[in-house]
């Protein structure tokens, strides 16, 4: 049996060694966006936050409008680091298209002009790392790949069963292709559970936007004309309201309408929820015309099948526990690089020795 799965194990590495390699290094990249963007753009994404209080968002949208008229906001999306700078979708008139720019909540500038999807470094990478710029297509290889890698963690943890056994052994005076052999099962076993997450949850999302994008049917795209919720409307008035039906709620996004029938949705996180839960797992929605409250979901009263769906996003990103979690997460995400490195050294290393066999044999 071992000798079957070791075949299987060596099968899966050869076939998804090279994108496997490209998805591993932009996952780990991933970990750290806003760190990344904040190098390369701070002017952006970065804002003076000390001695500064946060606009109200009325204040911020009436800012918006009058500096870009031609736009209509969709979304904006709010975050827990004080320094981080609110990112706003919007919507221009005559198109169907959305476009983003992000706006300093403290003084109501705008600190970029509205930019298209992958406009920026790690947009593109983002969009690499789970379609490879190739679309639909891409979307399918990336899902195949995910679901490859988890029986690769799978057949790795049955082979090297008892490795809590030897799990922190060293064998010292050894050939190179033992420490190499030894340092393949440690890193396996250490990494195999996170890999496991991050296959089943990309897969799960891979597959899902693919199903979507193939059964949706054809319809002609809303083009944006005028606002479609009423300018009488206080968005902080709402944001309000939310916070006293859902007591210790969070705002991080505030969904406007981008069409018609559409209402306001505000979404957050409840403190002493799950920490696995997203930041946008709470919603409350309201009439887009006149404000009045239409219904919520308490991710706390969800089902048992939502609340791990809803957990992916955390788990995927390793955004569960600080800093510690995502360093982690970036590490163990880069694995498959080291793994697939040491397998292919030690089968380059026992080469002769199966050649000899070989010969011997005949």
Known sequence: MNKTLFKIHRLLAFLVCVPLLLISLSGSVLVFKHEIDALLMP?????DFHGQQRLPLDMLLAAFNQRYPEYEVTGWQLFADPGRADLVYVM????????????????ANM????????????????EFHYTFWVGDAGL???AIVAVLLCLQAIVGLILHRKFW????????????????????????????????????????????????????PVVTPYIV???????????????????????????????????????ISILGEVTGQNPLFSEFANSLRYDAQTGVFVGMRDMAEAGTAEQIKNSFRRLH?????????RVIWAVLGFS???LIAMGLAMWRLRRPQRLRQANKRK
Do not use: M
């Not at 002017?43 to 804002?47: F, G, H, K, P």
């Open 92 to 107: 221009a008139h005559g198109g169907s298209a959305w476009s983003s720019l992000f706006v300093d909540q403290y003084r």
């Open 111 to 126: 600190l970029s002009a509205p930019t298209p999807p992958k406009y920026y470094f790690s947009d593109l990478v983002r």
């Open 225 to 263: 004309g005028e606002r479609l919720y009423h300018s009488a409307i206080s968005i902080d008035a709402l944001l309000g309201e939310s916070r006293q039906r859902l007591p210790g709620f969070t705002p991080s996004f505030i969904s406007l309408p981008s069409k018609p029938g559409y209402g």
């Open 140 to 142: 399918l290889l990336c």
């Open 317 to 325: 990103f390793g955004e569960f526990a600080g800093n510690w979690s």
């Open 43 to 47: 002017e952006c994404v970065r804002v």
């Open 336 to 338: 498959p690089i080291l």
């Open 165 to 216: 056994k030897v799990l922190f052994t060293f064998r010292y005076r050894a050939r190179p292709v033992i420490y190499l052999g030894d340092g393949h099962k440690l890193l396996g076993a250490i990494s195999a559970p996170v890999l496991l997450v991050l296959g089943f949850t990309g897969a799960y999302w891979n597959i899902n936007q693919l199903s979507y994008s193939l059964g949706k």
